[in-house]
């Protein structure tokens, strides 16, 4: 629960927007499997955050890797529009894919709990692994009650359904393609950031 | 049907994995760790004291710094029996077996790396690592960056270790590392370290390369800590504003003072 807690207490730092930001905007897009992609999104960041620390994946975002990211961060929103249903291949895959890319970019300001799972994970793989899930359902809590909101409130189902609330989503899976190919992406969150804050 | 049958497993062994790692999670009833007292937790790490506001630092008291050899707390011995009144040998009281456990060797970690391409130092003369090494026993070295709030929250605990052991050694570099472009503003940085109350050597490393290279691996945290000793080895390292990570970090730093 504590890393959860922490988890859900990191959202409003400009780090964990890095990753936030992309996972709304997936949800928006994701018309037929809201829930799905949300779902995995957590999966892929938590793998991969997780794989990092444990040295299990250090390719650096350098390079032919800088084309590479921006293809999956465009193709992942195309895909993540025109899935048809909640058990698509293409909606699991969009978002195991979108997470662990932010998984990949997350350079993350540390608490303690997530501290003790990023310090641990060489000697307590299953249980660092189990934790780095928790607290991203935790920091990504935003993304999933976006995602659960039309089931819960069906009357929100009308609006999230309409074109513009998609287009808005895919404006921002643009920025984010965009920026990432020019480096970019942190200094726009964090500009954001500072101006929605005063900083 | 066969991807709802997937699904399901799937799911299933996610949540397998998060029920095993939750129960050793030490539940959510420390008020210590939840989001509300994260400010906090860093303040009373591991005692409270403000750090001085001025670049200057003035040396405080001895109290802390007079570190004490933990085997001299060794009581191997029993009082010795009243020759007039002797003590029948059923009531005699059994030899006393030290208990107290001395503390384990601080292990080498690795070599220390350089600070290079650095934009330039806040708060000192000194232009390098090397030279500050050079000059003090111990280095207490922290990439941090003065929008991260989890950075934040150690600098009284590094003010603490700042005020008790500077006069014996210890000097801590902040390796200044911005995430975002606004942190990457010196004056920024100048006026954010006098309201945080920085007053240890900072290093900029305006483009992170330090920041990367100490932290191969595709990986970068904020704050990460490290204490390097006098031989340049990684004797401490550190991710995270945990109040147990810097309580650990002062008992290291102590030790390794009496070892020395």
Not at chain 1, 55 to 78: I, K, N, R, S
Not at chain 1, 172 to 190: E, F, Q
Not at chain 2, 160 to 171: C, I, K, N, P, S
Request: net charge negative; charged share 15%.
């Amino acid at each position: 629960m504590a890393t959860f807690l922490e988890g859900v207490g990191a959202i409003g730092v400009a780090c964990t927007l890095v990753m936030l930001v992309p996972a709304v905007a997936l949800v928006l897009v994701a018309r037929k499997a809201r829930l799905t992609v949300a779902l995995f999104y957590v999966i892929g960041a938590a793998l991969l955050t997780w794989a990092r620390a444990a040295g299990h994946w250090d390719v650096e975002l350098t390079g032919t890797a800088v084309p590479v990211a921006t293809v999956l961060a465009a193709g992942v929103f195309v895909i993540a529009y025109l899935a048809k249903g909640p058990l698509s291949l293409s909606a699991t895959g969009a978002g195991v894919v979108a997470g662990a890319l932010a998984g990949w970019l997350w350079q993350p300001c540390v608490g303690p709990k997530l501290g003790e799972i990023l310090n641990n994970t060489g000697t307590e793989a299953a249980r660092t692994l189990g934790l780095m899930l928790v607290y991203m359902l935790g920091a990504l809590l935003p993304a999933l009650l976006l995602a659960i909101l039309p089931h819960a409130l069906p009357a929100t189902k009308r609006f999230l359904d309409r074109l513009p609330v998609a287009a808005v989503g895919g404006a921002v899976g643009a920025a984010y393609a965009i920026t990432l190919a020019t480096g970019r992406y942190d200094d726009l969150v964090g500009e954001l950031y500072r101006i929605a804050t005063n900083a | 049907m066969v991807r709802y049958l997937a699904l399901g497993v799937l799911l299933a062994g996610l949540a397998a994995i998060v029920w095993t790692a939750v129960r050793g999670d030490g539940g959510g009833d420390d008020p210590a760790t939840s989001p509300a007292a994260a400010d906090d937790r860093m303040a009373a790490a591991p005692t409270t004291a403000e750090p001085a506001a001025e670049t200057t630092v003035a040396a405080a008291g001895d109290s802390k710094a007079a570190v004490v050899d933990a085997t001299d707390s060794v009581d191997g011995t029993s009082k010795p029996a009243d020759p007039v009144t002797e003590v029948p040998e059923t009531t005699a009281p059994e030899p006393t077996v030290a208990t107290t456990v001395p503390p384990e060797p601080i292990e080498v970690l690795g070599t220390a790396d350089t600070l290079t391409n650095l934009d330039g130092w806040l708060n000192t003369d000194a232009t390098s690592l090397e030279e500050i090494r050079a000059t003090n026993r111990l280095t207490v070295v922290q990439f941090w960056t003065f929008g991260c709030r989890n950075c934040k929250n150690t600098l009284d605990a590094l003010g603490q270790l700042y005020t008790d052991f500077r006069d014996h050694g210890v000097e801590i570099v902040g390796v200044h590392s911005p995430e975002f472009s606004y942190e990457a503003d010196v004056d920024n940085i100048i006026e954010a370290a006098a309201d945080l109350g920085v007053v240890w050597p900072i290093a900029l490393d305006t483009d992170k390369r330090n920041f990367h290279r100490w932290q191969p691996g595709n990986i970068g945290y904020w704050p990460r800590v490290y204490v390097i000793d006098g031989d340049n080895q990684i004797r401490f390292d550190r991710t995270g504003d945990g109040r147990a990570t810097y309580e650990k970090l002062y008992e290291t730093v102590e030790q390794l003072l009496a070892q020395a």
